[in-house]
């Protein structure tokens, strides 16, 4: 059965979902959307995507054309329409159809997209053996110019940076801040553990404040786990015990390398391990 995509209220077949050529998130990158997991036909923690979903909506002034009741409504019934347990969902919201011009005031109506589809980030091994990541040269945008925790449709900056990351012959790249403060990667938040305390830079380091990054937090400081969230050096990066990525698609994924540096003893540490470990069951309990 093919499966159906939410547009603007309608269910659509996927080779029939459409928007016009002149929607301002297709000329301009200019809408946000939202990365959401389900778990055996459960959504994980709805209300904080949607949450964030708006506040990024509000951040470049675009007013979603319904309620987040509404959405959240809207992102289980199209789930429940594709007869998806484990799965990728993704919301889009974009400025709409408009001009051959930045004015956004010329786009009447926003459109709202929300699909569907299964995800794999990382190959299986990677969870089990650990990841090798780069530092990449190209910089995470200045909070003043676009803040990394408006997740906007202009991804460019992060594409560049993952292009970097595929040009090494590596999957994932750690961005620093225009302060040369490890920021976060392409498309995960970033932890290392340090004589057993867990590290991860703060949302004023020019973060995407992760709703799995939170999680993480909270497991942690559940299981009496220190942690400290400040700024951290490429050299914090290098002496690391343990270090591995959070993201909503990632989930937990070991990271055993930086630079061609061995982090620890080279493999996914007892804390990663842990922590991951309780992840999993949160998510699938």
Do not use: W
């Amino acid at each position: 059965m093919e499966s159906k995509v939410y547009v603007n209220g309608q269910l659509h077949d996927r080779a029939d979902a459409k928007i016009s050529v002149f929607d301002h998130g297709l000329l301009y990158g200019d809408g946000v959307f939202e990365g959401i997991r389900s778990y055996e036909g459960k959504v994980f923690r709805l209300e904080a995507h949607v949450r964030r979903l708006y506040d990024s909506a509000l951040g470049i002034r675009l007013a979603i054309p319904m309620t987040p009741e509404d959405m959240a409504k809207a992102i289980v019934g199209t789930l429940e329409a594709n007869h998806l347990k484990d799965c990728y969902i993704r919301v889009v919201v974009t400025r709409g159809e408009g001009t051959l011009g930045l004015d956004p005031n010329r786009c009447a109506n926003p459109n709202v997209i929300i699909i569907t589809d299964k995800i794999s980030l990382y190959p299986p091994e990677l969870y089990e053996n650990g990841l090798d990541i780069i530092t990449a040269a190209t910089m995470r945008n200045h909070p003043n110019a676009v803040n990394p925790r408006l997740k906007s449709l202009n991804y460019l900056n992060n594409i560049l940076a993952k292009i970097e990351a595929i040009d090494a012959g590596t999957l994932e790249a750690v961005m620093l801040n225009h302060l040369g403060y490890v920021a976060e990667c392409t498309g995960d938040n970033l932890f290392i553990v340090r004589d057993a305390c867990l590290f991860t830079p703060p949302t004023a380091a020019g973060i995407l404040e992760g709703i799995t990054r939170n999680e993480i937090l909270d497991i942690a400081r559940g299981r009496g786990i220190q942690v400290r969230e400040e700024n951290l050096t490429r050299q914090d990066l290098y002496v690391a015990d343990e270090c591995f990525l959070t993201g909503t698609a990632a989930e937990v994924v070991p990271v055993v390398r930086i630079d061609k540096r061995p982090i620890g003893t080279g493999k996914p540490g007892p804390i990663t391990k842990q922590l991951a470990e309780e992840f999993h069951r949160r998510t699938r309990a």
